[in-house]
T-cell receptor, first 109, second 108 residues
């Protein structure tokens, strides 16, 4: 079956610390993968998308980056977190529609 | 102007009532339209796609008006379990644009 995994579920990080969020998918090959962020009371904002290994497109300039080292792995990173990076981060893939992972709730303190 | 705009609500309705709400989108070239449901602190899940001719899925009816660039969702015979935030979603090429959501609370 096709599944999407995302971890950790919650994360509290100090300002200036690094970040690494991982998303993996199973049951398919060469999926389109997406990172979204949902800030409190706001709609989901597309951060990055990838159509294949090593292919990353950025939607919003900021201190975040993404990488796709393997076909089914998508990583969101930051070298130094800002308070404004707090939010609900969701990985998604396109398989007959868009399916989201369970998300990571990040609080930067 | 936001790509997708929704009335945030909340819509507080009794069980069994009908509730309806809209969203508007700015890009007239948008290709596909969806309603997603998001429960508190959970990921969004696809509720239904929206087709030009209008479509139903059980108690849920979605309508699309391309001329006026709005999408609607109607919930009949509301259940307590329908309490959630409903996200209007518009697809342009590879990208999904989300509204901020309409909150519906169904009370006993």
């Amino acid at each position: 079956s096709q599944t999407i995994h995302q971890w950790p579920a919650t994360l509290v990080q100090p300002v200036g610390s690094p970040l690494s969020l991982e998303c993996t998918v199973e049951g398919t090959s060469n999926p389109n993968l997406y990172w979204y962020r949902q800030a409190a009371g706001r709609g989901l904002q597309l951060l990055f998308y990838s159509v294949g290994i090593g292919q990353i497109s950025s939607e919003v300039p900021q201190n975040l980056s993404a990488s796709r080292p393997q076909d089914r792995q998508f990583i969101l990173s930051s070298k130094k977190l800002l308070l404004s990076d707090s939010g609900f981060y969701l990985c998604a893939w396109k398989v007959d529609g868009y399916t989201f992972g369970s998300g990571t709730r990040l609080t930067v303190v | 102007r936001k790509e997708v705009e929704q009335d945030p609500g909340p819509f507080n309705v009794p069980e069994g009532a009908t509730v309806a709400f809209n969203c508007t989108y700015s890009n007239s070239a948008s290709q596909s339209f969806f309603w997603y449901r998001q429960d508190c602190r959970k990921e969004p899940k696809l509720l239904m796609s929206v087709y030009s001719s209008g479509n139903e899925d059980g108690r849920f009816t979605a309508q699309l008006n391309r001329a006026s660039q709005y999408i609607s969702l109607l919930i009949r015979d509301s259940k307590l379990s329908d309490s959630a935030t409903y996200l209007c979603v518009v697809k342009n090429d590879y990208k999904l644009s989300f509204g901020a959501g309409t909150t519906v609370t169904v009370r006993a």
